[in-house]
């Protein structure tokens, strides 16, 4: 069993940055691809960001290259998600995910683990 848990959300006017972390509890969080997703109000989760378990690979949605960032330490079972010029459009409910040897990014189907989310609000 993982368990995620997500923190460094809050409110931000917009332009401005969070970065935002993700603890797993196990002992093998190398052999995990890592996903962020996001929920708005009224909205289906989508997905963010993701780095693979074998090469540290990422991969973003359009909506948000160029301004987030995902990365990982192995040694402290963290990923974290630096999001810089925020908009009030990335305001949402944000959840990281675990998939072991995960292949396909941006499939939140199959992603095993969840984090329980933490809320980003950007502000006009």
């Known amino acids: 069993q993982v368990q995620l848990v997500e923190s460094g959300g809050g409110l931000v006017q917009a332009g401005g940055s969070l970065r935002l972390s993700c603890a797993a509890s196990?002992?093998?969080?190398?052999?995990?691809?890592m996903g962020w997703f996001r929920q708005a109000p009224g909205k289906e989760r989508e997905f963010v960001a993701a780095i693979s378990w074998s090469d540290r690979s990422t991969y973003y949605a359009d909506s948000v290259k160029g301004r987030f960032t995902i990365s990982r330490d192995n040694a402290k079972n963290t990923v974290y998600l630096q999001m810089n010029s925020l908009k009030p459009e990335d305001t949402a409910v944000y959840y990281c995910?675990?998939?072991?040897?995960?292949?396909?990014?941006?499939?939140?189907?199959?992603?095993?683990?969840w984090g329980q989310g933490t809320q980003v609000t950007v502000s006009s």
């Open positions: 196990v002992r093998t969080f190398r052999i995990y691809t």
């Open positions: 995910a675990a998939d072991p040897f995960g292949s396909l990014y941006d499939d939140e189907g199959t992603y095993d683990y």
